[in-house]
């Protein structure tokens, strides 16, 4: 079994889980045998968006929903038109809520990381500007002053003083 087949399968539990249906390996989507009348397959977009999102989870997080869709499908045979292990489907349904959950969580988590990260880059270059202009306008000072005394001003003190009288 590849891990696309692994995947497939995964996905396909994730969206209906109970549901009745076959998988041939080797065969990606289309080796996907849906036998549940009362349950619609999910299309091969809605799988691939699966399989993408469950890709993204921690390898732990999709090992837990994948063991728990697993024990629910195991266990639920019905009796009576009533699936036996109702705890167990509730908390399979809990956790994969939780998990939908905290994966909405994660995303807006990156998005705000992602919006303050642009910010914080925007004020840096903001001060970079900022910090040129005023190394050009020290510059342009230190020209006036070296024009003004005839001297560099960036050699420090020295020259000649000397006082002007008016007559």
């Known amino acids: 079994m590849s891990e696309e087949d692994r995947a497939i399968m995964a996905a396909v539990a994730s969206l209906r889980p109970g549901a009745g249906w076959n998988f041939s390996y080797g065969q990606g ?17 809605e799988i691939q968006a699966e399989m993408a999102r ?11 929903e994948q063991h728990l869709t697993a024990a629910i499908e195991e ?29 909405d969580d994660a995303d807006k988590a990156v998005e705000e990381f992602l919006e303050a990260k642009a910010k914080g880059k925007e004020a840096l270059g903001n001060f970079r ?39």
């Open 75 to 103: 266990f639920s045979a019905k009796i009576e038109g009533k699936p036996k292990m109702r705890g167990l489907a509730r908390l399979a349904e809990l956790v994969e809520n939780g998990m939908k959950e905290l994966d």
């Open 129 to 167: 500007s900022h910090t040129a202009e005023v190394r050009k306008k020290i510059d342009d000072a230190l020209q006036q002053l070296g024009r003004i005394s005839n001297m560099d001003p960036t050699q420090g003190s020295g020259g000649s003083s000397g006082s002007a009288t008016s007559g």
């Open 54 to 64: 469950l890709a993204a989870l921690p390898a732990a997080s999709v090992k837990l």
């Open 29 to 45: 989507l289309s080796g996907l045998a849906w036998l549940d009348s009362k349950i619609a397959r999910p299309s091969d977009a």
